[in-house]
């Protein structure tokens, strides 16, 4: 049994329901479109009352089942206006799960600003969220930590999060206490602002019961085992994400200089020092840490610890997607001014990727020049701040590029497109198109598919195949970089669910959870409005050969969508 709470902030009552066996599995991404649905919220302002903000755990949360520990925040977006799922690693879902709690659904709006405090003896308050306000996410993390002690998880809404600032995601503890890992895309941190929830902080306990505990901790030492032969795992645990640096740029798909080109550095040149070989080497070199779990158990340890020229922390993590977007998407050439500029991001809480997106847009605009470090930081100051300004840019990459009248500006369904050009890396491109969630390379990336005379019918049948798999690890609180594993591993992680909650599915149901999770969030978006031209890439991706493959975008929305329902049937 999991426990499960519905807090309505309008009047602070709390509604404690009991789920079991099934109800307990089909959670995350799942979870959140089904409650959506059912309570009508495509229809509703996103920023109103009316749009529930869901967090919602996995079934193995709160053990040291490895990359299990995930936490999925939900709700209508504000920055699209259709679905949204954003997930993240750190402490959260693991402590609400050893609380033996699979999630929380927060209803209304606080009249003053509150922390939801969620103690291990089942206590949930509502306290004053006065110290905090104002404050970035590093000082009212260290503030949390002192007032609760070290053995609880927060999440944070930022800054920009306070003012409703759409690049504004929801920040969580990792496992040193750091507010380092965010929900990041979409606008929840706005949802949760307009809900004036400063946090919510819960306490950490012991492992939960399971049905059978023996054979639960069996798969989690056999999946350990699979991890720890899996030569993709390792090349995760030695370089990171930034990884994806050195392979875009080799193809020319790295956005560059607001994806006016597809290569940052020549080979003839050297390395890329926004890949991550070249990271590994200079933060080793300097005394940093190249492998680092962000949830309790993981082994494949993707993030990092980055460090500067004295060994001092500039950001914990450094990787890929804002290397690209905020990096060579802005003119950027040396990770260190990537990792400052990071930095400050999670001290505001808000999605690197937007926010590079809108920074590229904004220097297209001739409002600064690519490459100045220096008006980037001056321009996160102005979101800090919330002056005139910093507002307009925290509203994020398609508002930002509609207000300047700029031509080129990279957003699906008005969100900024993630660092994988869809002219050269196809398959992600056309994920990006299709998903629900607007341009989200998670929501099925295929970077590396050999995409070479493949028509737009064979390439959906590829992203779908990738949505699927996705959309059921998100609602399994897995990460999806242990896929390597996962993909192949249907029998022992559907027995280990079955064991864990007294279930018998047959080792399909992954596939139909990722199936029904993906049939959901379209059915949502289309009662929000949404239709097929929305799934249309801008029309400079079309238009403009991108140096140095010389290739345009071919794929295009009414066939993606036609083989689509062929598709699904």
């Known amino acids: 049994m999991r426990k499960y709470l519905h807090i309505n902030l309008s009047d602070r009552s709390i509604q404690v329901e009991e789920l079991h066996g099934e109800a307990v599995i089909r959670v995350g991404r799942h979870f959140i479109a089904k409650t959506l649905l059912k309570l009508g919220a495509a229809t509703v302002d996103p920023l109103s009352p009316e749009n529930p903000l869901i967090f919602s755990a996995g079934p193995f949360a709160g053990t040291n089942f490895s990359n299990a520990n995930r936490i999925s925040v939900g709700c209508k977006s504000p920055l699209t206006g259709g679905i949204k799922e954003a997930n993240s690693g750190g402490t959260f879902g693991f402590a609400l799960g050893q609380l033996e709690t699979a999630g929380l659904t927060l209803y209304g709006a606080s009249a003053d600003w509150v922390v939801i405090r969620i103690t291990k003896e089942g206590e949930i308050r509502f306290e004053?969220?006065?110290?905090?306000?104002?404050?970035?996410?590093?000082?009212?993390?260290?503030?949390?930590?002192?007032?609760?002690?070290?053995?609880?998880?927060?999440?944070?809404?930022?800054?920009?999060?306070?003012?409703?600032?759409?690049?504004?995601?929801?920040?969580?503890?990792?496992?040193?206490?750091?507010?380092?890992?965010?929900?990041?895309?979409?606008?929840?941190?706005?949802?949760?602002?307009?809900?004036?929830?400063?946090?919510?902080?819960?306490?950490?306990?012991?492992?939960?019961?399971?049905?059978?505990?023996?054979?639960?901790?069996?798969?989690?030492?056999?999946?350990?085992?699979?991890?720890?032969?899996?030569?993709?795992?390792?090349?995760?645990?030695?370089?990171?994400?930034?990884?994806?640096?050195?392979?875009?740029?080799?193809?020319?798909?790295?956005?560059?200089?607001?994806?006016?080109?597809?290569?940052?550095?020549?080979?003839?040149?050297?390395?890329?020092?926004?890949?991550?070989?070249?990271?590994?080497?200079?933060?080793?070199?300097?005394?940093?840490?190249?492998?680092?779990?962000?949830?309790?158990?993981?082994?494949?340890?993707?993030?990092?610890?980055?460090?500067?020229?004295?060994?001092?922390?500039?950001?914990s993590p450094l990787e890929y997607e804002t290397l690209g977007l905020m990096g060579s998407n802005c003119g950027l050439e040396d990770p260190d001014d990537v990792a400052r500029l990071n930095g400050v991001a999670n001290d505001l809480g808000v999605d690197t990727i937007e926010v590079g997106a809108t920074l590229g847009v904004l220097m297209e605009a001739g409002q600064g020049a690519f490459g100045d470090v220096e008006f980037m930081l001056q321009a996160l100051e102005d979101m800090r701040r919330g002056n005139e300004r910093g507002r307009l840019l925290a509203q994020g990459t398609a508002r930002v590029g509609k207000h300047y009248k700029v031509a080129r500006v990279p957003v699906i369904k008005g969100q900024g497109i993630s660092a994988y050009d869809p002219r050269v890396i196809e398959v992600t491109g056309i994920s990006m198109m299709l998903t629900a969630q607007g341009a989200d390379h998670t929501s099925g990336n295929v970077p590396a598919y050999d995409c070479k005379d493949k028509s737009t019918e064979e390439l959906v049948a590829v992203s779908l195949d990738a949505q699927i798999m996705t959309a059921a690890v998100d609602s399994l609180g897995l990460c999806i970089f242990g896929r390597s594993v996962t993909n192949v591993s249907a029998d022992l992680i559907v027995a280990a669910l079955n064991d864990a909650h007294g279930t018998s599915f047959e080792p399909s149901f992954i596939q139909t959870l990722g199936r029904e999770a993906l049939r959901m969030e379209w059915e949502f978006n289309k009662a929000a409005g949404f239709a097929e031209a929305d799934d249309e890439l801008p029309e400079f991706f079309y238009t403009e050969a991108l140096a140095p493959s010389g290739k345009t975008a071919r794929h295009h929305s009414a066939v993606a969508n036609r083989r689509l329902r062929e598709l699904l049937g």
């Open 128 to 315: 004053s969220a006065e110290p905090y306000m104002g404050k970035g996410n590093n000082e009212a993390a260290a503030l949390v930590l002192e007032r609760y002690g070290k053995k609880v998880s927060f999440s944070l809404c930022g800054p920009v999060g306070e003012y409703l600032g759409l690049a504004a995601g929801i920040a969580f503890a990792d496992t040193d206490g750091r507010p380092s890992r965010l929900s990041a895309r979409g606008g929840v941190g706005a949802v949760m602002g307009s809900k004036k929830v400063k946090a919510i902080v819960v306490d950490m306990d012991k492992m939960p019961t399971f049905h059978d505990r023996k054979k639960v901790m069996g798969a989690i030492r056999e999946y350990g085992k699979r991890l720890s032969n899996e030569p993709a795992i390792d090349v995760f645990k030695r370089v990171g994400t930034a990884m994806m640096g050195d392979f875009t740029n080799r193809i020319g798909g790295l956005p560059v200089r607001n994806f006016s080109a597809g290569r940052l550095v020549e080979a003839s040149q050297g390395p890329l020092k926004l890949g991550g070989d070249y990271i590994r080497e200079r933060n080793v070199g300097r005394g940093g840490n190249p492998s680092h779990a962000c949830m309790p158990g993981c082994m494949i340890e993707c993030s990092n610890v980055y460090v500067d020229e004295k060994g001092q922390e500039l950001v």
